[in-house]
């Protein structure tokens, strides 16, 4: 089983619409959870961290499921910038380094 | 602008050779990273260095090796490029290891013919 696992999608999803991603994570003891994005063929940046009351950011909410060992991305009234691949990081078992999921692919078309 | 420079770009090079990919960050962060991306595959950690004169083994440390003379540069060595090793590298800073926000260079498309 892999550390971090993300559905790939692709997420195909009207502008306006409400769109959801999950991802799960197989060490129990992870304590740091951050969801990235990346534009095609660019470099991931930081979108927001997952706290364990959640985090909302905007348009944007992060939760954490600890119990299922999931964490969430909420992105409410999708616009066409959103568009972009979203992954996924979960602090990893060696040391505190990030291991990333293979990320979620969202599309919003008009 | 601060932040992360990566060199090459992009670079094609025959199997056999030796190649290293450079990565200078003016933030001085202590942490640094490199990562390659594979379809399919996500980010996966090479090497890291906690701080200027440490390094360690990520997850696919085989055949790459690195140096952290200072704190500004971590250039990574391919000893004896394969095939395999054809992917886009990315360069990444963190202020410290044990913070989660990680700041990427823009990446090096790397094929080995």
């Known amino acids: 089983r892999k550390e971090v696992e993300q559905d790939p999608g692709p997420f195909n999803v009207p502008e306006g619409a409400t769109v959801a991603f999950n991802c799960t994570y197989s060490?129990?003891?992870?304590?740091?959870f951050f969801w990235y994005r990346q534009d095609c063929r660019k470099e991931p940046k930081l979108l927001m961290s997952?706290?364990?009351s959640g985090n909302e950011d905007g348009r944007f909410t992060a939760q954490l499921n600890r119990a299922s060992q999931y964490i969430s991305l909420l992105i409410r009234d999708s616009k066409l910038s959103d568009s972009a691949t979203y992954l996924c990081?979960?602090?990893?078992?060696?040391?505190?380094?990030?291991?990333f999921g293979a990320g979620t692919i969202l599309r919003v078309k008009s | 602008i601060a932040g992360i420079t990566q060199a090459p770009t992009s670079q094609i090079l025959a199997a056999g050779r030796r190649m290293t990919l450079r990565c200078t960050q003016d933030m001085r962060h202590n942490a640094m990273y490199w990562y390659r991306q594979d379809l399919g595959l996500g980010l996966r950690l090479i090497h890291y260095s906690n701080t200027a004169g440490t390094t360690g083994k990520g997850e696919v440390p085989d055949g790459y090796s690195v140096s952290r003379a200072n704190t500004d540069d971590f250039p990574l060595t391919l000893a004896s490029a394969v095939p395999s090793q054809t992917s886009v590298y990315f360069c990444a800073s963190s202020r410290d290891v044990n913070t989660g926000e990680l700041f990427f260079g823009e990446g090096s498309r790397l094929t080995v013919l």
């Open positions: 997952v706290y364990s």
């Open positions: 060490n129990s003891a992870s304590q740091s």
């Open positions: 990081a979960v602090n990893a078992e060696y040391g505190n380094k990030l291991v």
